[in-house]
């Protein structure tokens, strides 16, 4: 059984700043590729960054040059720092992780960007 725990969510002013953590617990083997995704009210799931073991990283157009995704294996975490945050920010955040062949994901963080 493996759990995805993300954190660090919240309430922040445009042009502000939030560190949301993603923490993997469980029979964890090992650790492929995680992903940050997010979804915004009415919207489809969109991919916002991601992360291969070899810490290869890609991101959305959308969040390139102030979103950056990080990770710590030997503490089973993922980062996601954003900054100059903006209200199209606004969703819930979801951590993917996968260990394969399954994939896991966490139940999400609401980050809320106000105007």
């Known amino acids: 059984q493996v759990q995805l725990v993300e954190s660090g969510g919240g309430l922040v002013q445009a042009g502000g700043s939030l560190r949301l953590s993603c923490v993997a617990s469980?029979?964890?083997?090992?650790?492929?590729?995680m992903t940050w995704y997010r979804q915004a009210p009415g919207k489809e799931r969109e991919l916002v960054a991601d992360?291969?073991?070899?810490?290869?990283?890609k991101y959305a157009d959308s969040v390139r040059d102030r979103f950056t995704i990080s990770r710590i294996d030997t503490k089973n975490t993922m980062y996601l720092q954003m900054n100059n945050l903006r209200p199209e920010d606004t969703a819930v955040y979801y951590c993917?992780?996968?260990?394969?062949?399954?994939?896991?994901w966490g139940q999400g963080t609401q980050v809320t960007v106000s105007s």
């Open positions: 469980g029979n964890i083997h090992s650790i492929g590729t």
């Open positions: 993917k992780m996968i260990s394969w062949p399954s994939a896991y």
């Open positions: 992360i291969t073991s070899g810490g290869n990283t």
